[in-house]
C-alpha cells in the first residue's frame, strides 16, 4: 500500500456530525472495520451510540480520566481561572492586588484603538487564511488523487513546510522578503519588473498578506494531507457510478466530491480558524505587529502589554485575552451550530 | 472541442513543479546555506557551496552547545509525548465509550483550552510551577508541554475511537475482557494510526515550542533547542550561516520522526483490516 | 499482568510529579552560596569576557562563592525576568536600562548607594539611575547620540565640513540631495528590530531646537508637540526623507544590519548611531565589523536654525546592572558590582569593547588603532552640554508605544505627513 504515507482518517472529526448524520460520516471510516474488507459500505447498520452499558462503571471512568484531568486542572483551568480573576483586578506584582470590577474592560472598549487594529487584523487573518489554507490543501490533494506520476515525492515535499518550526519559517520568509537581497524582489527584478519590488514586511499596506501568505504556505501541506486521505477512503462505487453517467471532472468535484469530503473540510476550517485567532509566533518573529500596527493582532498585544510596557499590571492583558476568549469560543460554538443546521435540514 | 488530454497534463505537471518550487525551494536552500559561511552567503546569497562547510556542524554542535540543547530537547519532549499518548488515549476512550453524566460537557471543558493562547496563562503557570517546586526543571516543563498538547491529542483520539464499532466491544466484552483489558488489548492497537498521528503532531509542536521554554528554563545546561537559535541571532550581527546551520539540525529529527511513524500509520491501517 | 501494567501507567504520572518535586528540594538543599546574573548580549564576546574578568576577581576575593551567568539576547531576557520576578524568583543580579523604570517603581531593584564606591562612577551616570536620592543601577555601558560620515565619499561630494564637524539645516539638506543624486544612500538607518534609531536624526535636533529645558518638558508630557519649532523640525525632516535619505528597506532592516550598510555594503554617506557603533564595528569583518582602513568620520548634527541649544546632545546610559530587591545574598551581589566599578574595570572596558562607560575610565589609555577614533570623539564633543536620557528611556505607555510607531518607523519611513505624524503623538503624550 504504497500510496499513503501518511493518512488521517477523514472522520477524526466528527464534532460537527453528531446524530443522524453521523452515520452518513461513518461510511467514509477506513481502515477500521470488520472482516467485510478495507472499506465499509453498510450505513444502515453501523449507528455509532456513545456509551454501550447502560450502567456507566465508574471506577473505569475514574481511572481513565484521573491523570488526564489532574494535569489539566493543574495547569490549565487554574491559570485560565486565574487569568479572568486577574481581569477584574490591577495587578502588582508579588501578590498585591486591587479590584477594579470593569475598569479593565472599560478601557478596553473605550480607549484602546491598538486593541481593535489588532482585532480587525486577527479577523482578517481568521477568515480569509483558512478558506485558503483548507482550500489549497483540497486543490493540492485532488491532484495527488489525480494519479500524477511522482506523487509520493511530491506529497514529501508539499508536507516539509508543516515539519518546519515558526522560527525557522519566519527566519526563512524575512530572508525572502528581504528588499535587497530577497528572492521575491529578485524574482521581480530579474523578470523585468523591478518597479514592483517592495519592501513587503516593511509597508504596512502589504505586511498582513505577506504574513498570511508566509504562514499559509507552512500550513497547506497538513490540510493537503488529510484532504488526501478523506479523497481515498470516499466510497470507489460512487465515484465510478459518476464515471458511468459521463460527469465532466469538474462538475464530479463539485458535485459528489466536495459534498461528501464536508465532514472533513468543516473540521479543517475550524481548526484553522481557531489556530488563526490565536497566531502568535510567526508575527513575533518577522515583525512584531509593526510597521504601525498593521500585522498586530490581539496574542502580539497581550504579550506586549503583559512583558514590554513598563508595567508590571497583569489586570489588563488578562481582560484582553478574556475577551479574546470569550470572542472565539463564542465563534466556534456559533460555526458549530449553524453546520450542524445544514446537515439536519438535508434529511 | 475539449482541450487534449496532454496539454492538461502536461500544464498541471508544471503547475505541481511551480508549487514543489516554492513549498520545497525554501528548505533546500536553508541546507544549502547551512554549509556556507556567513561571508560566502552575503556575496552571494542563493549561490552553491563552493567548499562545503562539514565542520560547521561540528562547531554548532560543540562550541555552541547545541548537543547539549539537542538532548535537552529530545528528553523532554519524548517524555511529553510518551505521557500524552497515554493520559490522552485513556481520557479519548474514556469519552468516546462510556455514557455518562458530564461527559459531553468534560470534553468541552478540556477541548476549548485550545483557544487560549499561551501568552497570558504562562505567568500563572509560573506560579504553579514555582509552588510545586518544578520552575527551571525538564520535568516541569515536560508536564506543561503535557498540557498544552492535551486538549488538541483528546479530541483527535476521542473522534476516532468513537468510530470504532460498538458490536467489537460487545464481542470483547462476551470474550470476557474487563473494562481495563479493553482499553489495552482493543482501543489501542485499533488506534494505532490515529495515534501515530498525534504522535506527529505532537512531536512536531513540543520539539519547536519556544515560548515557555524561555520562560520557564533559565539554566543554560537545561535550555531546549529552539533556544539555541537565539545565540546566532544577536545584533552584533545575522549570522545567517550558522543560523542556517542551526536551523538544519533542529529540523532533521522532526523529520526523522516524522518518516518513522508515518510507515507505522500505514502499516497499522492494513493490518487492522486484515487482523479483525 | 495487565493489572500490573494499568498500576504502573495510572502511578507513572503522580511519579513524576514526586520525583519533580524531589528534585527541585534538592537542588535548592545542596547548592552552596552562588550569586546568579542574568544579562543581555550574549553574543557580544568582548562584554561577556569583561563580566567574566570581574567574576573571577570576585571569585578569588570570595572563596566559597561561584557565580553563575546566564546569558540572553534582550527580548527573552525580559520576559524571564518579569515571569520570574513576578513569581518571586530571580537573579541577583539583573541586566538593566534606566528606561525599565518599572521594575523601580515596583520595588524590584536594590538602592545601590552604599553598596559601590561612587568615586569610581561619572557623576552623569550615577545621576542617570537615581530616583528620588536613591541609585538604582551601575551603568557600565554609556554612550552619546554621534553622526558617523564616510571620510571618502563625503570627499568625492566635495563638501568640507567646519571644524566642529556641524553644519546648518539647509546645507545639511543639500548634502543629502547631492548624495542621492550621485547615486549614494544619503543616511544609513534600520527600526527593523529596536524601537529607537529611525528617531536620532529627529530627536537630536528637536532637542538642539528646544533646549534642555523644554526637551524636558516635552518628553514629560508638558510640552505640546504641536509647538511651531516643533513643527518646523519636523517639516525640515520630511525634506530629508522626501529627498530619500533613507534606505527603502529602513523599516525592516535591523540595526546590526544597518552598521554593515553603512560600512561594507552597500554603503552609505552617513550613519546617526549610539556611540556603542564602535562596539560593533571594531570586530574583524567577517564578525561584522567594519572593513579594515574604513574611513570613519565623526560629525555633528545639524545646527538648527534659531535653534536655543546647538551644543546639545543626548547622553545615555546604556546596559546596566541592578541588584534584585529580594535578593538573599545583597552584600555579595554588592561586593560583585564593585569589582566592576574600579577604574581598571572601566579602561578594560573602553579598550576591549570600544564604547564609553559609565564607570570611570582614562581613555588616554586606550592606544592602539582606535586610538585616532576616540581623539576624534572627544574633539566632536568639545563643549556639548548633555542632556541625560532619550525619549526611549523617559516615554511611558501608550505615549511610548505611538512615539515609537509614529516617530521611529512610520514619519522617517515617509509613511505619515507632519501634522498627522505630531498629531497621533500629541494625542498620546501631551497631559497639560
Not at chain 1, 482585532?119 to 495527488?144: E, F, Q, R, S
Not at chain 3, 578594560?348 to 581613555?363: E, M
Amino acid at each position: 500500500m504504497g500510496k499513503l504515507s501518511l493518512s488521517i482518517p477523514p472522520a477524526f472529526f466528527p464534532l460537527l456530525v453528531e446524530g443522524p448524520a453521523m452515520a452518513k460520516s461513518v461510511t467514509t471510516m477506513s481502515a477500521v472495520s470488520t472482516s467485510e474488507g478495507l472499506l465499509s459500505t453498510r450505513p444502515e447498520v453501523i449507528q455509532r451510540v456513545r456509551g454501550g452499558p447502560a450502567q456507566a462503571p465508574w471506577g473505569a471512568i475514574m481511572v481513565y480520566l484521573t491523570p488526564a484531568l489532574l494535569v489539566y486542572l493543574a495547569f490549565t483551568m487554574y491559570p485560565v481561572v486565574l487569568t479572568f480573576y486577574n481581569s477584574f483586578h490591577v495587578i502588582k506584582p508579588r501578590g498585591a492586588e486591587e479590584y477594579v470590577g470593569l475598569a479593565n474592560f472599560i478601557t478596553l472598549f473605550t480607549k484602546d484603538p491598538t486593541f481593535w487594529r489588532a482585532v480587525a487584523n486577527t479577523m482578517i487573518w481568521a477568515t480569509v487564511a483558512p478558506v485558503a489554507d483548507v482550500g489549497t490543501g483540497l486543490v493540492l490533494a485532488l491532484c495527488l488523487y489525480a494519479k500524477v506520476p511522482f506523487a509520493r515525492f511530491f506529497r514529501v515535499a508539499w508536507f516539509t513546510p508543516v515539519l518546519i518550526s515558526y522560527v525557522v519559517v519566519g527566519i526563512l520568509w524575512m530572508w525572502i522578503y528581504n528588499y535587497d537581497w530577497g528572492i521575491a524582489n529578485q524574482f521581480l527584478r530579474t523578470v523585468g519588473l523591478g518597479a514592483w519590488a517592495h519592501s513587503w514586511i516593511g509597508d504596512p499596506a502589504t505586511a498582513l498578506w505577506a504574513l498570511i501568505f508566509a504562514h499559509a504556505w507552512k500550513w497547506a501541506g497538513f490540510n493537503m494531507v488529510v484532504c488526501l486521505a478523506a479523497l481515498f477512503a470516499l466510497p470507489s462505487e460512487v465515484l465510478e457510478a459518476a464515471e458511468l453517467d459521463n460527469c465532466g471532472w469538474f462538475r464530479k468535484l463539485v458535485h459528489i466530491i466536495i459534498p461528501m469530503l464536508r465532514a472533513t473540510l468543516l473540521n479543517l476550517l475550524i481548526l484553522a480558524f481557531v489556530g488563526k485567532m490565536k497566531v502568535f509566533d510567526l508575527v513575533w518573529i518577522m515583525t512584531r505587529g509593526g510597521p504601525l500596527w498593521s500585522t498586530e493582532t490581539v496574542s502580539t498585544y497581550v504579550y506586549k502589554r503583559a512583558f514590554e510596557w513598563n508595567t508590571f499590571d497583569l489586570g489588563y492583558p488578562s481582560a484582553v485575552a478574556a475577551v479574546w476568549f470569550i470572542v472565539v469560543m463564542a465563534f466556534v460554538i456559533g460555526l458549530t451550530w449553524l453546520f450542524r443546521q445544514r446537515e439536519r435540514l438535508e434529511y | 472541442m475539449p482541450i487534449p488530454r496532454v496539454w492538461t497534463h502536461a500544464l498541471l505537471l508544471i503547475g505541481l513543479a511551480l508549487y514543489t518550487v516554492f513549498s520545497a525551494g525554501p528548505f533546500a536552500w536553508v541546507s544549502i546555506m547551512s554549509l556556507r559561511t556567513t561571508p560566502e552567503i552575503s556575496a552571494s546569497p542563493y549561490g552553491l557551496p563552493e567548499r562545503i562547510h562539514w565542520d560547521k556542524f561540528l562547531t554548532a554542535w560543540t562550541t555552541s552547545h547545541y548537543g547539549m540543547y539537542f538532548w535537552n530537547s529530545t528528553l523532554v519532549v519524548v517524555s511529553a509525548v510518551a505521557i500524552l499518548t497515554i493520559l490522552g488515549a485513556m481520557a479519548a476512550h474514556c469519552f468516546a465509550r462510556y455514557r455518562f453524566r458530564g461527559n459531553r460537557l468534560l470534553f468541552f471543558l478540556i477541548f476549548s483550552a485550545i483557544i487560549f493562547p499561551p501568552q497570558v496563562t504562562i505567568i500563572s503557570l509560573f506560579q504553579v510551577l514555582v509552588k510545586y517546586g518544578l520552575f527551571n526543571t525538564r520535568a516541569g516543563l515536560t508536564l506543561v508541554y503535557v498540557s498544552i498538547q492535551l486538549p488538541l491529542t483528546m479530541y483527535i483520539l476521542e473522534s476516532f475511537f468513537a468510530q470504532i464499532p460498538q458490536e467489537l466491544y460487545e464481542a470483547a466484552k462476551i470474550d470476557g475482557c474487563s473494562d481495563y483489558n479493553i482499553f489495552w488489548r482493543l482501543t489501542l492497537p485499533i488506534g494505532v494510526p490515529a495515534i501515530a498521528t498525534t504522535i506527529i503532531l505532537n512531536f512536531i509542536s513540543l520539539w519547536n515550542e519556544f515560548l515557555y521554554a524561555v520562560v520557564l528554563i533559565t539554566d543554560e545546561e537545561m535550555r531546549t533547542l529552539p533556544l539555541g537559535i537565539q545565540k546566532f541571532m544577536g545584533d552584533q550581527m545575522q549570522d545567517i550561516g550558522m543560523i542556517a546551520t542551526g536551523l538544519m539540525i533542529a529540523i532533521v529529527p522532526v523529520i526523522v520522526v516524522y518518516a518513522l511513524f508515518s510507515e507505522k500509520l500505514i502499516r497499522g491501517m492494513t493490518a487492522g483490516a486484515v487482523k479483525l | 499482568m495487565y493489572h500490573i501494567k494499568r498500576v504502573i501507567r495510572r502511578w507513572s504520572s503522580v511519579g513524576v510529579l514526586i520525583i519533580g518535586l524531589a528534585l527541585g528540594w534538592m537542588s535548592s538543599a545542596t547548592a552552596e552560596t552562588t550569586l546568579t546574573l542574568w544579562s543581555h548580549e550574549a553574543d557580544e564576546a568582548a562584554k561577556v569576557a569583561w563580566a567574566e574578568t570581574a567574576a573571577k576577581k570576585f571569585e578569588q576575593a570570595n572563596p566559597g562563592v561561584k557565580v553563575k551567568m546566564t546569558w540572553y539576547q534582550k527580548e527573552a531576557l525580559n520576559a524571564a525576568l518579569k515571569a520570574a520576578l513576578r513569581a518571586g524568583q530571580g537573579p541577583d543580579i539583573l541586566y538593566m536600562e534606566p528606561d525599565q523604570t518599572e521594575y523601580i517603581d515596583n520595588g524590584f531593584l536594590l538602592p545601590l548607594n552604599d553598596l559601590i564606591n561612587w568615586n569610581n562612577v561619572e557623576p552623569w551616570a550615577r545621576e542617570a539611575w537615581t530616583h528620588n536620592g536613591k541609585v538604582y543601577g551601575l551603568a557600565k555601558e554609556a554612550y552619546t547620540i554621534e553622526l558617523y560620515y564616510n571620510k571618502d565619499w563625503m570627499k568625492k561630494l566635495g563638501v568640507t565640513l567646519p571644524p566642529n564637524g556641524q553644519v546648518s539645516q539647509a546645507e545639511f539638506l543639500q548634502i543629502v540631495k547631492k548624495a542621492a543624486a550621485a547615486g549614494m544612500t544619503p543616511i544609513a538607518q534600520g527600526v527593523g528590530d529596536r524601537p529607537f534609531p529611525g528617531a536620532y536624526l529627529t530627536h537630536e535636533a528637536v532637542l538642539k531646537k528646544l533646549g534642555r529645558a523644554d526637551y524636558g518638558k516635552l518628553l514629560d508630557g508638558k510640552l505640546s508637540w504641536k509647538d511651531p519649532r516643533i513643527v518646523e523640525v519636523f517639516t525640515w525632516v520630511k525634506q530629508l526623507v522626501d529627498a530619500g535619505a533613507y534606505p527603502k528597506s529602513f523599516a525592516t532592516l535591523k540595526l546590526g544590519e544597518s552598521h554593515y550598510y553603512f560600512h561594507t555594503k552597500p554603503g552609505a554617506l552617513m550613519f546617526p548611531m549610539g556611540a556603542f557603533y564602535s562596539g560593533r564595528a571594531f570586530v574583524p569583518p567577517d564578525k561584522g565589523g567594519q572593513p579594515e582602513n574604513f574611513p570613519l568620520g565623526v560629525m555633528n548634527f545639524a545646527a538648527m536654525d534659531g535653534g536655543a541649544c546647538n551644543q546639545c546632545k543626548s547622553l545615555l546610559a546604556g546596559g546596566s546592572f541592578s541588584i534584585n530587591a529580594y535578593s538573599k545574598n545583597q552584600k555579595l551581589a554588592g561586593a560583585l558590582l564593585s569589582e566592576m566599578a574600579t577604574p581598571e574595570m572601566g579602561t578594560l572596558w573602553v579598550s576591549t569593547i570600544f564604547l564609553q562607560t559609565g564607570i570611570k575610565s582614562d581613555p588616554s589609555k586606550v592606544t592602539g588603532k582606535y586610538a585616532a577614533y576616540f581623539r576624534e570623539l572627544a574633539a566632536m564633543n568639545k563643549g556639548a552640554e548633555y542632556f541625560i536620557g532619550s525619549p526611549r528611556n523617559l516615554l511611558k505607555g501608550q505615549c511610548a508605544e505611538t512615539y515609537v510607531q509614529v516617530v521611529n518607523t512610520a514619519f522617517p519611513g515617509g509613511l505619515l505627513p507632519v501634522d498627522k505624524a505630531l498629531d497621533m503623538v500629541n494625542q498620546a503624550c501631551y497631559k497639560p
